[in-house]
Every structure is written in C-alpha cells, then in structure tokens.
C-alpha cells in the first residue's frame, strides 16, 4: 500500500501519456518508405538491449543495408549525428560507439528526436541511404510507431513482480508490454521445459498475437581494450579484478566465478564517464596487484579507450569480456529470423 502512494505520481504521468498515444490524441509517426525494427524494454537497463540489437545487425547486413539508430545517451554531442569508429564515446554515447565498431558497415547514428534521424537518413544520397532501421531503445519512444516493436524481459525479473522506479526498475507501466509484437525473454538458463516457458508467457500477461521467444546470454573470450598495448598472457591469470559501469553486474560476475579463483569488484555507476580521479585509482590498483587481470564489460571499454593517463602496466592487463544474445533452439532462432524478415522487402544482391 505504502509504494502504491509513493509511485502514484509517476504511474499517473505514465498512464496519461502512454493514454494519449493509445487514444491517438498524440501523433505517433509511422514510416512507410522504410521498415523499422524497435528494441526495447520496460526495465531500466539490464535485459540485453544493445546484445540483441547486434544481433539483429548481424542477421541483416549482409542482405541489406542497416542503419542503426540510438539516442545517445550521455554523450555531449547535440543533434543528429552519424558515427565514425574514430569517434569517442564522449561524442557518441557508448553503446552505439560498441555497435559501430564491431559493425563498420553499418551507418549508425544518434539523435534524441527518433523521427528527425529517420528522416535524416532517408535523406542520405542513394548508395549510402539505408534499407531498414534498427531503433535502439525505442519501446518508450511513443512519437514513432515501428514496423516491429521488439520487448525484452530478464527471465529472472518479470515486469509484473517488479516496481516502478525508483522502487524497483520499471521505467514503464508492465501492461505496455501489451504493444509488444515480439516478446523476448532474455538471460534465460540452457534449458526450458514447457512448464517453465508456459509459466513465463502466462506471467507476462500476453495476448494471443504476441510471440514469446526465449534468448541466453554468450560470453566469449577476453579480448584487449587496447589491442596494441595487450598482453594475452594475463587471460590465464586465476585472480581478476572486474570494474564495471552498467546497469547490472550479476552475470559477469557469475560468469567469471566459474574460471577465476579470486575475484575482487568495484562497481560504479550505469554510463559512468572515469575521472582523472579514477584514473590514478586504477593504476594504483594494478601496480599494487601486478598477477591480477584487470577486467571490465564492453561497454566500458568504449568509455576507457577515450581516457587518458592510463600506465603501459595497466593497458597491457586490461580487457574486456565480449557478451552476445542467441536463442535458445535453433526452431526458435529459425522463427525470430522469419519474423522479422516479414517485414522487409526481398533483399538485393549483397555487395
């Protein structure tokens, strides 16, 4: 009762606005001349958005041409912009830095207004302009209506036994999920029974339209944050020491649990922009544990690499543990693929 009181103000905003939109009060604009694929979620951080979003990219690029396009968020850059691999994190927000430098052939942009970026890109000259967009964190933003609207859910945290913030980590009211198209349950274990896939949908409270997909998480070998300054050798290191700024902590660190025997965190905020101050604090840390691998998640990397001061000790041992989506069977990956294709054109010839 008492949290119901306390969040009353927030929940009241969020039900006029998403009520607006609903009622069509307020425009939501829908692109004909481009398919548009939102990712989005209703938690605040921690289901995934930026892995499955590659993933996406993945799929597509090699039968289309994909743009990407996020907000940006934090970066000090204002308006629309399109990413460079040269660019910093600083310019560009970190996640779509990530994105566009695993993707070089993929146009990726920022913009706070989603619907100016679309139509910036749509502007670009033929051989660049691209042939579907991937909307980056896109579920909330109401003023753009997608061609497929992608929700992702932690299978460990259903929206419906959560809070809003800043009780809990809502950033939306959990029936939106309503508008979903696609829901997928994300950081699922290796294996589901039907019970346990029967009970997450009657969870979620979908409705007969909706597909409910089941997706894990992959982590891959360490790879340097500085390639040129890296010193593999450290990887086979049994102590690590893990800083991180995200969302959400717990995998990596379950993750890591399984191959290192001592492992030492230092957690700061989603986003965190490393100070000068934290600079000199990491290079004390590695000079003071000179058999430890220094490791952090790659979306700080993106941040890391923009920073200055760092000693040739502290590079040589820093990496970065890569992380990528995959359903869980391949029938469901088959079924994600064939969805998503349904809504675009047939591919050109790839060049």
């Known amino acids: 009762m008492v949290s119901k009181i306390l969040l009353f103000p927030y929940w009241l905003a969020l039900r006029i606005r998403n009520g607006r939109y609903d009622s069509g009060r307020a425009k939501s604009t829908f692109f004909e001349d481009i398919p548009v694929i939102s990712v989005g979620n209703i938690t605040a951080g921690g289901t995934g958005k930026t892995p499955m979003t590659e993933y996406l990219v993945k799929m597509l690029e090699a039968d289309y041409k994909v743009a990407v396009l996020s907000r940006g968020y934090k970066r000090k850059s204002k308006g629309f912009r399109i990413l460079q691999e040269s ?93 979903a198209d696609v829901v997928i349950c994300t950081k699922c274990p290796e294996c589901l029974n039907d019970w346990e896939r029967s009970n997450a949908r009657q969870e979620s409270r979908l409705h007969a339209g909706q597909e409910m997909l089941f997706a894990k998480t992959v982590y891959t070998e360490p790879e340097p944050v500085f390639p040129e300054e890296g010193d593999k050798r450290y990887i086979y290191s049994k102590e690590v ?25 230092e957690k700061y905020s989603d986003h965190h922009r490393f100070t ?42 820093l990496f970065y543990l890569p992380i990528a989506t995959s359903l869980l069977t391949a029938a469901e990956t088959e079924r994600f693929e064939s969805i998503v294709r349904s809504i675009l054109p047939a591919p050109r010839t790839a060049t």
Do not use: M
């Open 87 to 179: 660019d910093s994190a600083l310019e560009a927000g970190d996640e779509p830095l990530q994105i566009k430098r695993k993707f070089p052939r993929a146009t990726v942009a920022v913009d706070k207004d989603r619907v100016n970026g679309i139509r910036r890109l749509l502007e670009l000259p033929e051989g660049e302009r691209p042939e579907v967009v991937i909307l980056d964190d896109g579920f909330q933003y109401r003023g753009l209506k997608p061609s497929l609207n992608i929700v992702l859910q932690n299978y460990n945290r259903p929206i419906f036994k959560d809070e809003l913030l800043p009780l809990g980590r809502l950033r939306d009211l959990p029936e939106q999920i309503g508008r």
């Open 241 to 265: 020491f893990v800083f991180t700024g995200i969302s959400s902590d717990r995998d990596i660190l379950l993750q890591l649990s399984d191959r290192y025997e001592w492992i030492a965190h």
């Open 276 to 317: 000068k101050s934290d600079v000199s604090h990491l290079n004390r840390y590695a000079e003071a544990h000179p058999r430890v691998l220094l490791l952090t998640t790659e979306k700080d990397a993106q941040r890391l690499r923009g920073c200055n001061g760092f000693s040739r000790q502290f590079k040589s041992r």
